[in-house]
């Protein structure tokens, strides 16, 4: 990676920050309770390490080799399942994610950005006027919707070829009879168990 390019990357990173969160007023409260608070975070796949702390009209992030509250080592395919918590166990499991200091600054920082909520609406309407702002607004979150949608469709497809056509996977009847098909043998087991415990007596 060229030198100046992580510099570029945090000082475009800090001016998205602020303007972000000048748009959403409401996320005050909990950019405060970040201030004094750092997280670091390494990218293994672009051996990078950026430290991320709070400002009180900003996120700040910087490079350093410094302690801070919680470091977090991972590569950018992970740090995307991390949207998912229920991940997190799996991906410390498979070594893929390594956490030290405290989890619950990166918890902060994670909820910060997920609750972020900027008026993009009201900022849209400083340029184009508030009817075509509203009109813009109102056609983005359709297609969000629309989009969503599709993904979920093409998720279901994607279950229903694995499991009807390519017989890759078990259909749910297959599961819960071969579940009951597994209760009924470890019963004759616990069975055929006792009885060997009273021959043998």
């Known amino acids: 990676m060229l030198p100046l390019l992580p510099q570029l990357l945090c000082a475009a990173a800090e001016k998205i920050s602020r303007r972000l969160i000048a748009l959403d007023p409401a996320c005050q409260p909990a950019l405060q309770r970040l201030q ?6 390494t990218l293994r796949d672009l051996k990078l390490t950026l430290v991320i702390s709070a400002s009180q009209d900003a996120l700040l992030f910087n490079q350093h080799n410094e302690a801070t509250d919680c470091h977090i080592s991972a590569d950018l395919n992970t740090l995307r399942q991390l949207r998912d918590p229920s991940q997190l166990t799996r991906l410390i ?12 600054v990166a918890q902060q920082f994670s909820q910060f950005l997920q609750q972020l909520s900027p008026d993009w609406q009201f900022a849209l309407s400083q340029y184009v006027g508030d009817a075509l702002a509203y009109k813009l607004s109102n056609t983005l979150d359709q297609i969000q919707r629309y989009l969503q949608q599709k993904g979920q469709q093409l998720a279901q497809l994607h279950v229903e070829l694995a499991q009807d056509e390519l017989l890759l996977t078990p259909s749910r009847s297959e599961t819960e009879q071969f579940a009951q098909q597994l209760s009924q043998l470890q019963a004759r087991v616990e069975l055929l168990r006792r009885q060997l415990n009273r021959l043998q007596e």
Not at 36 to 41: I, Y
């Open 93 to 104: 499991k498979a070594d893929a994610l390594q956490i030290e200091g405290d989890l619950q």
């Open 36 to 41: 004094a608070k750092q997280l670091s975070v």
